[in-house]
């Protein structure tokens, strides 16, 4: 029952108790990411990337540590519901002129959810939707330090403007050439202008907080001129043996920053007093990126698996169609199904693996962690787990719950267990991805439209060919970006790998990836004798991190077509010499150049940047 009252003090202070949990977490979180600014002037880039790693637990340790103090001084877990329903009144209270209203409500749901032992769809306690606005919160800070900064170039004027912009951020070392690379910058603006009237409301508007990632900083913003914005990003990256700054590029548009926010890329880290803020200004800069999606490359996973789980709510009761077995190869590891409706795929543990597979349900789960605490540079989709996750039966094809019953049991419950009348698919644990569309599909679509074959002179066959040529490229570059992470992908085969809208080649199979420094590159033996090279059997040793490269080709390269591409850009992967020297320089420190960007945007080759340095 809602309660008429708020007459209970104990109530009063759980509430308050838990906002003091969340105000230490978000305290916490926002200090570390304010380092990564120090950490890039000194060029400490393996404590960025460990600090990135950490930051990813600190919202469960403070979960726990909140969760036992409500214990220990409130007995939370005994406390009636009637009590309960006014924790959760008195902690709306609390939200009022806080400045991160969204993330401490989805703070109190992980909170309560752990006290209560409830899943979320079993919780009258927890915020389903928002209770309080994210509108139009401002700072005590807004004077000197707003959410974004507007910047009003005169005519004439806007390498001046650029150059303060700069300067603003207070980058505490020195650019090699700071005037040179602001023109170069006003260079790309211009052509973007073109012939456009200067209107009364042109104007640069940027976020006041460095966006940092591995080596690399970047200042976001836009561009206005009247009716007309340009989302940009400018990379900032040492060159010369890490002495000294420049600008390596304009990013623009919506694409260029849909790959620079990517699913599949770490984290950044960036001072933020108010998350909303920033996440209301990149949305407007990426329309139709999900706003989930923001949360997440901002760090803020927990409120990222919030707002997915709210969209999908929403979507499920403005759609019909039904869950399906996914299309494309079935795995031996995970049982994969969708909605087609929606852009996600879920991913179910199965509860056995067929030979050669040995691993278990725990070693499985600990790669899909290691993949969410290291660098994906942009090559390896993010995941979101959820537990004891609730669908409607109806929506679930008996094709599907015939898989399921058959391939994870353990995970599965079908039951009416809320007690709302309303039979519902239960799975105790599920991993959620962006959907790709699968390479070997992507790949057989190209060989139906004609594109295996180079003589056919047909459009359609020649823009297939094209097609196949930029996959099949892709592909070598996805695994060589792996390589530069310290990352073995294991299983290598098409079916492993995705293509995103934009045609960019990322990996989502983890069940055998492993770091380069693990393994064991080998050429294959020369045969002993006849009856050694007639052998259909190995018969030589392998331990259980020996790779052979070339033995590579036969499982890859069974199309003509396809090999010749392979064979013309990336033979080196077949070659264990390139594996070999990777894992060599990776336990040396080395860390390697991986663009989130075109390498023809870059200025580098009038500033001569070193390669073959910086994660960025």
């Given at each position: 029952?809602?309660?008429?009252?708020?007459?209970?003090?104990?109530?009063?202070?759980?509430?308050?108790?838990?906002?003091?949990?969340?105000?230490?977490?978000y305290?916490?979180?926002?200090?570390?990411?304010?380092?990564?600014?120090?950490?890039?002037?000194?060029?400490?880039?393996?404590?960025?990337?460990?600090?990135?790693?950490?930051?990813?637990?600190?919202?469960?340790?403070?979960?726990?540590?909140?969760?036992?103090?409500?214990?220990?001084?409130?007995?939370?877990?005994?406390?009636?519901?009637?009590?309960?329903?006014?924790?959760?009144?008195?902690?709306?209270?609390?939200?009022?002129?806080?400045?991160?209203?969204?993330?401490a409500?989805?703070?109190f749901?992980s909170?309560?959810?752990?006290?209560?032992?409830?899943?979320?769809?079993?919780?009258?306690?927890?915020?389903?939707?928002?209770?309080?606005?994210?509108?139009?919160?401002?700072?005590?800070?807004?004077?000197?330090?707003?959410?974004?900064?507007?910047?009003?170039?005169?005519?004439?004027k806007?390498?001046d403007?650029?150059l303060?912009?700069?300067?603003?951020?207070?980058?505490?070392?020195?650019?090699?050439?700071?005037?040179?690379d602001?023109?170069?910058?006003?260079?790309?603006?211009?052509?973007?202008?073109?012939?456009?009237t200067?209107?009364?409301?042109?104007?640069?508007q940027?976020?006041?907080?460095?966006?940092?990632?591995?080596?690399?900083?970047?200042?976001?913003?836009?561009?206005?001129?009247?009716?007309t914005?340009?989302?940009?990003?400018?990379?900032?990256?040492?060159?010369?043996?890490?002495?000294?700054?420049?600008?390596?590029?304009?990013?623009?548009?919506?694409?260029?920053?849909?790959m620079?926010f990517?699913?599949?890329?770490?984290?950044?880290?960036?001072?933020?007093?108010?998350?909303?803020a920033?996440?209301?200004?990149?949305?407007?800069?990426?329309?139709?990126?999900?706003r989930?999606?923001?949360?997440?490359?901002?760090?803020?996973?927990?409120?990222?698996?919030?707002?997915?789980?709210?969209?999908?709510?929403y979507?499920?009761?403005?759609?019909?169609?039904?869950?399906?077995?996914?299309?494309?190869?079935?795995?031996?590891?995970?049982?994969?199904?969708?909605?087609?409706?929606?852009?996600?795929?879920?991913?179910?543990?199965k509860?056995?693996?067929?030979?050669?597979?040995?691993?278990?349900?725990?070693?499985?789960?600990?790669?899909?962690?290691?993949?969410?605490?290291?660098?994906?540079?942009?090559?390896?989709?993010?995941?979101?787990?959820?537990?004891?996750?609730?669908?409607?039966?109806?929506?679930?094809?008996?094709?599907?719950?015939?898989?399921?019953?058959k391939?994870?049991?353990?995970?599965?419950?079908?039951?009416d267990?809320d007690?709302?009348?309303?039979?519902?698919?239960?799975?105790?644990?599920?991993?959620?991805?962006?959907?790709?569309?699968?390479?070997?599909?992507?790949?057989?679509?190209?060989?139906?439209?004609?594109?295996?074959?180079?003589?056919?002179?047909?459009?359609?066959a020649?823009?297939?060919?094209?097609?196949?040529?930029?996959?099949?490229?892709?592909?070598?570059?996805a695994?060589?970006?792996?390589?530069?992470?310290?990352?073995?992908?294991?299983?290598?085969l098409?079916?492993?790998?995705?293509?995103t809208?934009?045609?960019?080649?990322?990996?989502?199979?983890?069940?055998?990836?492993?770091?380069?420094?693990?393994?064991?590159?080998?050429?294959?033996p020369?045969?002993?004798?006849?009856?050694?090279?007639?052998?259909g059997?190995?018969?030589?040793?392998?331990?259980?991190?020996?790779?052979?490269?070339?033995?590579?080709?036969?499982f890859?390269l069974?199309?003509p077509?396809?090999?010749a591409?392979?064979?013309?850009?990336?033979?080196?992967?077949?070659?264990?010499?390139?594996?070999?020297?990777?894992?060599?320089?990776?336990?040396?420190?080395?860390?390697?150049?991986?663009?989130?960007?075109?390498?023809?945007?870059?200025?580098?080759?009038?500033h001569?940047?070193?390669?073959?340095?910086?994660?960025?």
């Amino acid at each position: 029952m809602f309660p008429t009252r708020l007459d209970s003090t104990l109530a009063y202070d759980i509430a308050k108790a838990m906002m003091d949990g969340f105000n230490r977490h978000y305290r916490l979180f926002r200090t570390e990411s304010a380092r990564a600014k120090h950490r890039f002037e000194t060029a400490d880039w393996h404590g960025q990337q460990r600090a990135q790693r950490e930051r990813i637990e600190f919202y469960d340790l403070r979960v726990r540590e909140c969760s036992t103090r409500l214990e220990r001084e409130f007995k939370a877990g005994e406390q009636p519901m009637a009590i309960w329903h006014q924790v959760k009144l008195h902690y709306i209270g609390l939200l009022v002129d806080h400045h991160q209203p969204e993330l401490a409500e989805t703070f109190f749901n992980s909170v309560t959810t752990k006290i209560l032992h409830r899943s979320y769809f079993q919780n009258d306690f927890i915020f389903i939707r928002p209770a309080v606005s994210t509108e139009y919160i401002e700072n005590s800070e807004s004077e000197v330090r707003p959410t974004y900064r507007a910047y009003y170039p005169a005519s004439g004027k806007l390498q001046d403007v650029l150059l303060q912009m700069v300067r603003d951020f207070d980058l505490r070392r020195d650019f090699e050439d700071l005037p040179r690379d602001v023109g170069r910058v006003v260079e790309v603006l211009n052509r973007l202008l073109g012939d456009a009237t200067l209107r009364a409301n042109f104007q640069i508007q940027v976020l006041t907080g460095l966006f940092f990632r591995n080596k690399g900083a970047y200042i976001v913003g836009r561009l206005i001129n009247g009716f007309t914005e340009f989302a940009f990003a400018l990379p900032i990256l040492y060159v010369k043996g890490e002495e000294k700054l420049a600008i390596d590029a304009v990013l623009y548009g919506e694409d260029d920053l849909h790959m620079l926010f990517s699913f599949a890329r770490a984290y950044f880290m960036v001072d933020m007093e108010i998350p909303s803020a920033y996440v209301q200004f990149l949305r407007s800069m990426m329309p139709r990126k999900p706003r989930n999606e923001i949360y997440n490359a901002l760090g803020l996973a927990k409120q990222g698996k919030t707002l997915f789980y709210r969209d999908f709510l929403y979507h499920l009761r403005h759609s019909t169609d039904q869950f399906r077995i996914a299309p494309g190869i079935k795995g031996m590891v995970m049982l994969v199904f969708d909605l087609p409706s929606f852009p996600y795929v879920f991913k179910v543990i199965k509860d056995f693996f067929p030979p050669p597979k040995e691993t278990s349900r725990e070693q499985i789960k600990g790669k899909y962690l290691l993949v969410k605490q290291h660098d994906r540079v942009g090559r390896m989709a993010d995941t979101l787990e959820y537990s004891e996750v609730a669908f409607p039966r109806k929506r679930f094809t008996d094709e599907l719950i015939a898989d399921i019953e058959k391939f994870a049991p353990s995970q599965l419950e079908i039951s009416d267990r809320d007690g709302d009348g309303q039979i519902e698919v239960i799975l105790k644990h599920v991993y959620i991805e962006r959907r790709m569309i699968p390479l070997n599909i992507y790949l057989q679509e190209v060989f139906d439209a004609g594109g295996a074959d180079p003589a056919n002179t047909s459009p359609q066959a020649q823009r297939a060919h094209a097609q196949l040529e930029r996959a099949v490229i892709e592909y070598g570059n996805a695994i060589k970006d792996l390589v530069a992470a310290n990352i073995f992908p294991g299983d290598m085969l098409w079916k492993n790998f995705g293509v995103t809208r934009h045609g960019k080649v990322v990996f989502y199979d983890y069940d055998e990836i492993e770091y380069i420094t693990d393994c064991v590159f080998r050429r294959v033996p020369q045969p002993r004798n006849e009856e050694d090279e007639m052998s259909g059997e190995v018969w030589y040793t392998v331990g259980p991190k020996d790779v052979f490269p070339e033995t590579f080709g036969p499982f890859l390269l069974g199309n003509p077509a396809v090999k010749a591409v392979f064979m013309k850009h990336h033979a080196d992967l077949l070659d264990v010499a390139f594996w070999q020297s990777h894992k060599e320089r990776v336990q040396a420190g080395y860390v390697y150049d991986v663009f989130p960007y075109d390498r023809d945007k870059r200025f580098q080759a009038e500033h001569g940047q070193a390669q073959g340095r910086a994660l960025i």
